[in-house]
C-alpha cells in the first residue's frame, strides 16, 4: 500500500469504547471508534464509530463529515427542524451545530472531525 494511504481496518486500528455522560444523553449508551487517522496538528481525526439506540444533546465546536454505513439517525436543531439520515448517506454537521443527535436504530458510521 502507497505510504501515504491510509486504510481503514477496524482490525488493526486502535478501538476506543466509551459510555457517554449521562447528562447528555436520555439513556446512558456505549459506543465504538476506531480512529484510522488522526494530525492532531491539524486538528483532524478520522476513523469508524458505532452504537446502539439513543439520543444525545450536542452542541459541536467542530466539523464532522459522516457517511452512514448501516442504521438511521436523526438530527434535530435547536428550532426543531430535523432531518433523517441512512445507509449511503453522506453529510456534515458544522461547528455551531446545537441540537440533538438520535439513533433509531444501531449505527455504524465513517466520520472525518476537523477542529
Given at each position: 500500500?502507497?505510504?501515504?494511504?491510509?486504510?481503514?481496518?477496524?482490525?488493526?486500528?486502535?478501538?476506543?469504547?466509551?459510555?457517554?455522560?449521562?447528562?447528555?444523553?436520555?439513556?446512558?449508551?456505549?459506543?465504538?471508534?476506531?480512529?484510522?487517522?488522526?494530525?492532531?496538528?491539524?486538528?483532524?481525526?478520522?476513523?469508524?464509530?458505532?452504537?446502539?439506540?439513543?439520543?444525545?444533546?450536542?452542541?459541536?465546536?467542530?466539523?464532522?463529515?459522516?457517511?452512514?454505513?448501516?442504521?438511521?439517525?436523526?438530527?434535530?436543531?435547536?428550532?426543531?427542524?430535523?432531518?433523517?439520515?441512512?445507509?449511503?448517506?453522506?453529510?456534515?454537521?458544522a461547528a455551531g451545530f446545537s441540537g440533538?443527535?438520535?439513533?433509531?436504530?444501531?449505527?455504524?458510521?465513517?466520520?472525518?472531525?476537523?477542529?
Open positions: 500500500m502507497p505510504a501515504y494511504v491510509i486504510a481503514f481496518d477496524t482490525a488493526t486500528a486502535p478501538r476506543k469504547t466509551v459510555t457517554d455522560d449521562p447528562a447528555a444523553v436520555d439513556t446512558p449508551y456505549t459506543s465504538k471508534s476506531w480512529r484510522c487517522f488522526e494530525a492532531t496538528e491539524k486538528g483532524a481525526i478520522s476513523g469508524i464509530w458505532e452504537a446502539g439506540p439513543h439520543l444525545e444533546r450536542c452542541t459541536c465546536d467542530y466539523d464532522e463529515m459522516c457517511h452512514i454505513l448501516e442504521g438511521q439517525v436523526r438530527l434535530t436543531d435547536a428550532d426543531g427542524q430535523s432531518q433523517e439520515f441512512g445507509p449511503g448517506d453522506s453529510f456534515v454537521v440533538t443527535w438520535e439513533n433509531l436504530t444501531h449505527v455504524r458510521k465513517v466520520f472525518f472531525i476537523l477542529s
